[in-house]
């Protein structure tokens, strides 16, 4: 069974930085893209980061650029977001997910981050 | 970035009664399309992809149809597990974008 879980969320003041974790199991991490989505509270799904299979890329939208860094450890199936000078629109749910040209196939549960003072 | 509008943005349904969802892309995304399923309290599933393909252990009341800029999901026999938050998403170009959701109720 494909299992993605999310971890490191919380509380955190205005400019700080906090580390998401993705663990993934039942399936081969390695062989997949992966991606953060987030989703502010009662809002739409907006696309966040995406890393290339082997770590060799990634992409960032335009309001997470030169803030936040998307990596993997491939021997860990472990998926990471590290969120710098965060700012009160990055609070969100923030899911894990495998992308494919078929789309994003898989989905952890999600994580909540709260950038508040 | 290609702008994804989804409509209506909420819905009232009956059971038994057959929905239909639109979501225009601005620009040509040559089928590249998904439909994604979000439950109250859950994170999103894929539905559809490349705008008409169902997902394994998709219900085949869900269909999707479309091409060019042009995409729909229909529900046939609408089921109370039907209640959900439906986006439409393109990966025809970077970055992926995503529909505003349409919130689907029971009457």
């Known amino acids: 069974e494909v299992q993605l879980v999310e971890s490191g969320g919380g509380l955190v003041q205005p400019g700080r930085s906090l580390k998401l974790s993705c663990a993934a199991s039942g399936f081969t991490f390695s062989d997949y893209n992966m991606a953060w989505v987030r989703q502010a509270p009662k809002k739409g799904l907006e696309w966040v980061a995406t890393?290339?299979?082997?770590?060799?890329?990634?992409y960032y939208r335009d309001s997470v650029k030169g803030r936040f860094t998307i990596s993997r450890d491939n021997a860990k199936s472990t998926l990471y977001l590290q969120m710098d000078s965060l700012r009160s629109e990055d609070t969100a749910t923030y899911y894990c997910?495998?992308?494919?040209?078929?789309?994003?196939?898989?989905w952890g549960q999600g994580v909540m981050v709260t950038v508040s003072s | 970035d290609i702008q994804m509008t989804q409509s209506p943005a909420s819905l009232s349904a009956s059971l038994g009664e057959t929905v239909t969802i639109e979501c225009l892309a601005s620009e040509d995304i040559y089928s590249n399309l998904a439909w994604y399923q979000q439950k109250p309290g859950k994170s999103p599933q894929l539905l559809i992809y490349y705008a008409n393909s169902l997902n394994d252990g998709v219900p085949s009341r869900f269909s999707g149809s479309g091409s060019g800029t042009q995409y729909s999901l229909k529900i046939n026999s609408l089921q109370s597990e039907d209640v959900s938050i439906y986006f439409c998403q393109q990966n025809y170009d970077s970055p992926p974008t995503f529909g505003g959701g349409t919130k689907l109720e029971l009457k």
């Open positions: 997910a495998t992308v494919s040209t078929e789309g994003m196939g898989y």
């Open positions: 890393i290339i299979y082997d770590g060799s890329r990634t």
